[in-house]
């Protein structure tokens, strides 16, 4: 049919009729095809021509016809202009506004059904009234119409009573939603989707997984729609069964394997720890989407496979895709966590690009990004930029300064968020706490702990942990302990925040009780608290209490762990027992970077230099990738063993091949090791050279090498310069007075010990200890602590007399600043 043909005459009511009739025809026929944006403005120009349009069902055809292609505004032109409209008019006008996001003209235009036509509304007119009420979250007046139902006995239509089941879940009105539920004699797939998304959104997945249950058992074959929200909520709960059985369920039904039920599955194995069983099912899915990407790269991201993550997002843009706000975020997120400070500002870049920068998830990403990559101008100059009311990015900025102790900009963070009027959260306090700590800023972690009370969250048992952990890293552990009985119901986090508590302060039979208390309480002890408790062994140097902790660990299985195995190599080397921690790292599978460290640095603290030089050459053979503490324990054995090329060689290589930043250890090392070798013009020449201002140790390592070689000159100068970085320090005092002392100069050793008295420098006693009859025995110089401390003085007295006897004279040119002090 020609429908732009020219009319010669306005045609009679029989031809108008008739011209109706054909093209009603043949929009029918457009409507189900591909021709209808084509040919819909020709029809309608030709209705409006030949006085069709007062022809109800060719008018409400082509309302339908704008509605489907999304002509909003042309469509209610023509509503707007229709002499009559009958029930399928009205519906077909509501409907278009709510399937295209216009929810309030869709509410607007019913209020104005129920006030200007004198019709009940039908099924299809008020399942879409409500799901315009869903869009807009317009509760009372979805329950309005639910009324309205009611009346009309509507509810237990299947439509009707599926959108009213969706309105109720989406708002989580779940009690609501069931009673429409209930209320329905037969229901559908759509009906078991709606309730069983709606318990998995708030939280109740194991309602969900019943109700899906319930489904198979009335014989109702679940859809697309219904197994991606069953695997989504076994992936809240970790149910790993009854995903793998949904996904067998869903691989046997060809419709089931749908790109909404594959990417819950990937979510469901990422979240249940198999990220390898995720990314084969990822690329054996030929109808991926970017919701498919994004998942695997989160589920990277959140398995701390940060390495695979940002490899996937390129391979995400190699592929074509835009990588959306949720893909860059996690990213982000991966970039932060390895330090990849080059990869961040690509995606950085990226989101400029594709206008995501102000996103709030992202804003916040690239925050926390830059603070963890110690990148804080950068970091700051983002928040400065873009951030508002937001406590999320406070927090992140809070951090970062707290990963780099800088109480200053933490507090003036804190302050302008107080400022803003932001609420601090439990991650704000959090961050504050641990800044504090670790300045054991006593005063400020009290004042913390004061608007924590404030608050109202002092019961939060992750806030009770942070101050445990703040008030025993700042020696006040009665306080932390105060706090610790103030928790109720308390977690693995508040007892292992106390046993650490106990034993940072040398509390290391505090800690055993402690520990027997949490094993009669029935709570099982996960690997941090045998952390913990390896940790007091060591302290103690106690190989009886390291040796029982290792037997419970074993009995628990987490001898495999490699923070408990590191932390038991440890134990055994601080305890002496370097044989014993040998066959320990020999045996344990998959060593980490933190274990070979461990090795490393007990044979260099033992003085064993080739052995621990060897462990760093078969490390490096292993490709295990070298840090920061790795060459500390190299350089320290080059030190011991006047290997100077060796050491230097190995200093040299940190930035130029591993690309590692030295830092004040590498620098002490090097100057003890050139001082060591006599090279003492060498080492200071060194510290002069050094590109960051030298700490105290730094100037301390070459005035101990001058006390070896009884250099005056450098001796005085290194003193000197330590003692400027850090008056209050002993150690230069004690170094150089010893270097006077053996060079017979006692009027400099007289000054020495008159400067100490006027600036109020005491002189820290040492102290050793041994392990007797299970019992760890403490030993300060000149001491009289010791319970058998008299009859010990005595055997010692009795030592020294038989020594005298056989000829025995003592070097005194160490003893001058003993004094008092001890």
């Known amino acids: 049919m020609n429908l732009v043909r ?24 457009c409507l189900a095809g591909g021709r209808l944006r084509r040919l819909l403005p020709a029809a309608h120009a030709r209705a409006v021509v030949s006085e069709g349009l007062g022809d109800l069902f060719l008018a409400n055809l082509l309302l339908r016809g704008y509605s489907k292609l999304g002509l909003l505004h042309d469509a209610r032109r023509l509503f707007d202009g229709m002499l009559h409209r009958n029930l399928v008019s009205w519906s077909s006008a509501i409907s278009m506004y709510a399937q295209h996001g216009g929810d309030e003209q869709a509410l607007v235009l019913f209020a104005a059904f129920r006030k200007s036509f004198d019709e009940v509304p039908n099924e299809f007119l008020l399942a879409s009234v409500l799901r315009a009420c869903t869009q807009s979250r317009a509760v009372h007046f ?74 198979g058992v009335q014989g109702v074959r679940p859809d697309r729609f219904v197994l991606a929200s069953a695997v989504s909520a076994c992936s809240v709960l970790a149910f790993l069964k009854g995903g793998r059985e949904i996904h067998g369920y869903a691989y046997r039904s060809a419709a089931g394997m749908d790109a909404s039920v594959v990417n819950s599955l990937i979510d469901l194995y990422c979240k249940c720890s198999r990220p390898l069983v995720a990314r084969k099912l990822f690329d054996r899915t030929e109808n991926l989407n970017l919701v498919s990407w994004t998942t695997m790269i989160a589920g990277y991201m959140q398995n701390s496979l940060d390495a695979q993550a940002i490899d996937m997002f390129w391979q995400m843009c190699q592929a074509g895709w835009q990588p959306d706000v949720f893909a860059c975020t996690s990213t982000l997120t991966s970039c932060g966590s390895l330090e990849a400070i080059w990869q961040g500002r690509q995606i950085h870049a990226h989101a400029i690009k594709a206008n995501l920068e102000t996103d709030n998830y992202i804003k916040n990403a690239l925050i926390d990004m830059y603070a963890k990559c110690d990148h804080l101008t950068a970091a700051r100059a983002v928040f400065d930029a873009l951030a508002h009311d937001d406590a999320v990015s406070y927090n992140a900025m809070i951090e970062g300064y707290s990963r780099q102790g800088d109480l200053t900009e933490v507090l003036h963070i804190f302050h302008r968020m107080r400022y803003c009027s932001i609420r601090p959260n439990l991650l704000t306090f959090v961050s504050l706490l641990g800044v504090s700590s670790f300045q054991s800023a006593v005063e400020l972690s009290k004042q913390i702990h004061g608007l924590i009370i404030r608050s109202g969250t002092s019961a939060d048992l992750y806030i009770g942990s942070a101050l445990i952990d703040a008030y025993s890293k700042c020696s ?11 928790m109720h119901n308390r977690d693995m986090a508040i007892w292992n925040a106390m046993i650490f508590g106990h034993a940072q302060n040398e509390q290391g039979e505090e800690a055993v009780k402690l520990f027997s208390q949490l094993r009669a309480s029935g709570v099982t002890p996960n690997e941090f608290t045998f952390v913990a408790l390896v940790t007091v062994a060591s302290n103690l140097a106690s190989m009886f209490h390291g040796q029982q902790f290792h037997a419970q660990i074993i009995k628990a299985g987490a001898d495999s762990n490699p923070h408990v195995s590191n932390a038991l190599i440890d134990m055994y080397a601080k305890c002496g ?38 462990v760093f050459q078969l490390m490096r053979e292993a490709g295990v990738e070298s840090n920061y503490v790795t060459f500390v324990g190299v350089l320290a054995a080059c030190a011991h063993a006047g290997l100077v090329d060796e050491g230097l060689h190995h200093f040299n290589s940190m930035k130029t091949k591993y690309g590692i930043e030295p830092g004040t250890e590498h620098y002490a090392s090097v100057v003890n090791l050139l001082g060591r070798s006599g090279k003492l013009h060498s080492a200071k020449e060194f510290i002069e050279r050094i590109p960051i201002k030298p700490a105290a140790a730094v100037w301390r390592s070459l005035l101990s090498a001058c006390r070896l070689f009884g250099n ?21 005092y004690v170094l150089l007075s010893n270097i006077y002392a053996s060079k017979g100069l006692w009027a400099d050793v007289q000054k020495l010990r008159l400067g100490m008295d006027n600036t109020g420098t005491m002189k820290e006693p040492g102290y050793s200890w041994i392990e007797v009859m299970k019992e760890v025995h403490t030993f300060i110089a000149r001491g009289t602590e010791h319970p058998q401390a008299e009859s010990i003085y005595a055997v010692l007295d009795e030592l020294t007399s038989l020594l005298k006897d056989f000829g025995y004279l003592p070097d005194t040119s160490e003893l001058p600043l003993l004094g008092d002090n001890g």
């Open 712 to 732: 005056v000159e450098i001796g005085r100068y290194a003193a000197e310069m330590a003692l400027l970085v850090d008056p209050s320090d002993s150690g230069p």
């Open 577 to 614: 027992f370097i044989k014993e921690g040998r066959l320990l790292f020999e045996s344990t599978c998959g060593k980490d970077v933190v274990c070979w460290n461990s090795m490393i640095s007990t044979y260099a603290q033992h003085g064993h230099a080739e052995e621990a030089l060897r």
């Open 142 to 215: 979805g329950d309005q119409v639910h009324g309205t139902a009611l009346k009309l006995g509507l509810d237990v239509n299947i439509y009707v009573g599926t959108a009213l089941i969706n309105l109720y879940a989406k708002v989580a009105c779940m009690d609501a939603a069931m009673r429409a539920f209930h209320a329905l004699p037969a229901k559908n797939p759509v009906t078991w989707t709606a309730v069983i998304t709606g318990y998995s959104q708030i939280g109740q997945c194991g309602l969900a997984l019943d109700l899906f249950q319930k489904m």
């Open 476 to 486: 006040l552990v009665d306080d932390a302990k105060a706090v610790f009985l103030l």
């Open 6 to 29: 020219p009319l010669s005459r306005a045609p009679s009511s029989v031809a108008s009729s008739c011209q109706a009739r054909s093209l009603a025809q043949t929009l029918l026929s």
